[in-house]
Nanobody
Framework: QVQLVESGGGLVQPGGSLRLSCAASGSFFSIVAMYWYRQAPGKEREWLAVISSGGNTNYADSVKGRFTISRDNAKNTVYLQMDSLKPEDTAVYYC???????????WGKGTLVTVSS
């Protein structure tokens, strides 16, 4: 059974950093694009970043220059390095896998990030 498991969330002060991880089970990891999303209380889920199977990246304007997505295919893991965090970054962060065809579309259960002094 395919699973995506996020980790690394927690409480951080404004201006601080966190690195989120998303570990995937199964043998499909190297052929899928991996995504990060977040959902703040009372708001819709927001796409943040994507990294293709080949390592190409793209970011939402809201996080460009502050967040960095990367992947380690040997570890079946995708990362989200978050720097210069702001209170408005507080949300549950989710990872997602997906091929361009729509196949292998899986979501993790999320990890909570709270940015507060």
């Amino acid at each position: 059974q395919v699973q995506l498991v996020e980790s690394g969330g927690g409480l951080v002060q404004p201006g601080g950093s966190l690195r989120l991880s998303c570990a995937a089970s199964g043998s499909f990891f190297s052929i899928v694009a991996m995504y990060w999303y977040r959902q703040a209380p009372g708001k819709e889920r927001e796409w943040l970043a994507v990294i293709s199977s080949g390592g190409n990246t793209n970011y939402a304007d809201s996080v460009k220059g502050r967040f960095t997505i990367s992947r380690d295919n040997a570890k079946n893991t995708v990362y989200l390095q978050m720097d210069s965090l702001k209170p408005e970054d507080t949300a549950v962060y989710y990872c997602r896998s997906r091929r361009d065809s729509g196949a292998l579309d899986y979501w993790g259960k999320g990890t909570l990030v709270t940015v507060s002094s």
